[in-house]
Nanobody
């Protein structure tokens, strides 16, 4: 079992940067692979980026490549999503998720989810 809580969202101007946090309780992140998803109003939840820690590999969707990174701090049991060069189309609720399986871009294959944090990018 792992519980996830996101934070760090807010209002930012286009071109700005933001760091989102996902704090975990229960098992350490070493037991899970992690992903970030987002959902805009009226749209389906979409994949952003994920990490397979054991091989140091990350995966991200084309729309955010070069603008998003994922990292973790094992001592704090926290995963971070670093967003830069933000665009209005990045506006969404951002969710972190955990899985005991190999990471995929499919939300339905993640077992644990945080409550989400709102990111709003103004033009």
């Amino acid at each position: 079992q792992v519980q996830l809580v996101e934070s760090g969202g807010g209002l930012v101007q286009a071109g700005g940067s933001l760091r989102l946090s996902c704090a975990a309780s229960g098992r350490t992140f070493s037991s899970y692979n992690m992903g970030w998803f987002r959902q805009a109003p009226g749209k389906e939840r979409e994949f952003v980026i994920a990490a397979t820690w054991s091989v140091g590999r990350t995966y991200s969707t084309d729309s955010v490549k070069g603008r998003v990174t994922i990292s973790r701090d094992n001592a704090k049991n926290t995963v971070y999503l670093h967003l830069k060069s933000l665009k209005p189309e990045d506006t969404a609720v951002y969710y972190c998720a955990a899985t005991t399986r190999a990471v995929t871009g499919r939300a339905r294959e993640y077992e644990y989810w945080g409550q989400g944090t709102q990111v709003t990018v103004s033009s």
